[in-house]
């Protein structure tokens, strides 16, 4: 399977916790993002790299997420002190820059992190 | 104003029929658009891509851009009771941030 993973496919965790989670995108794909989705909502952008840089971060990004992409080949997502607003799914997608084309920015997702706070 | 909107549905057409998926996006600088099939409790798959004004046919669906009226569209034709997904379409504007509309839920009817 040369798709992108995500582990672990669910977590469930006490508020207050710290937890990570883990994204191997496409081999050959150099930019990566981490998403958030919730029920009855599409995929809201969390962060982006391209290779290892990590080239921006939404707003909606409390303090308490951070994440990495150290060589510019896996990705890992830590939320530290959970809440239950934290509760979603947790999508990793990547994607290949090819110059001049809109193609560029066809995302291929991963199976996603169910998380879930108690 | 949302920047990308859909019709939430469910839109519900019986099997063979053509389902008409519609989205409009307020960026007009946008340059990308994607629709995306996502059944319930998986991720999204990439289903289709368009880039320029006009149709663009892959099988059963053909996506259809109109950048003058911000409207982007997505018939299934020969609906199957497997195609019963939310469809979410994708917006880019030449950066790095896609913005996803909530998706239209489309169930065929057997």
């Known amino acids: 399977d040369t798709g992108v993973s995500q582990d672990p496919r669910h977590k469930i965790t006490k508020r207050g916790q710290n937890v990570t989670f883990r994204c191997d995108p496409i081999?050959?794909?150099?930019?990566l993002y981490w998403y958030r989705q919730t029920l009855g909502q599409g995929p809201e952008f969390l962060t982006y790299?391209?290779?290892?840089?990590?080239?921006?971060k939404s707003r909606l990004l409390s303090d308490r997420f951070s994440a990495e992409r150290p060589k510019g080949s896996f990705s890992t997502l830590e939320i530290q002190r959970t809440e239950q607003g934290d509760s979603a799914m947790y999508l990793c997608?990547?994607?290949?820059?090819?110059?001049?084309?809109?193609?560029?920015?066809?995302?291929?997702f991963g199976p996603g992190t169910r998380l879930t706070v108690t | 104003q949302k920047e990308v909107e859909q019709n939430s549905g469910p839109l519900s057409v019986p099997e063979g029929a053509i389902a008409s998926l519609n989205c409009t996006y307020s960026?007009?600088?946008?340059?990308?658009f994607f629709w995306y099939r996502q059944y319930s409790g998986k991720s999204p798959e990439l289903i289709m891509s368009?880039?320029?004004?006009g149709d663009k046919e892959d099988g059963r669906f053909t996506a259809q851009l109109n950048k003058a009226s911000q409207y982007v569209s997505l018939l299934i034709r020969d609906s199957q009771p497997s195609d019963s997904a939310t469809y979410l379409c994708?917006?880019?504007?030449?950066?790095?941030?896609?913005?996803f509309g909530a998706g239209t839920r489309l169930f065929v009817k057997a």
């Open positions: 997608a990547s994607s290949f820059t090819r110059t001049g084309t809109g193609s560029s920015y066809e995302q291929y």
């Open positions: 081999s050959e794909h150099n930019r």
């Open positions: 790299f391209q290779n290892e840089a990590q080239l921006e």
């Open positions: 960026d007009r600088g946008s340059q990308s």
């Open positions: 368009i880039y320029s004004n």
């Open positions: 994708a917006v880019n504007g030449g950066g790095f941030k896609t913005i």
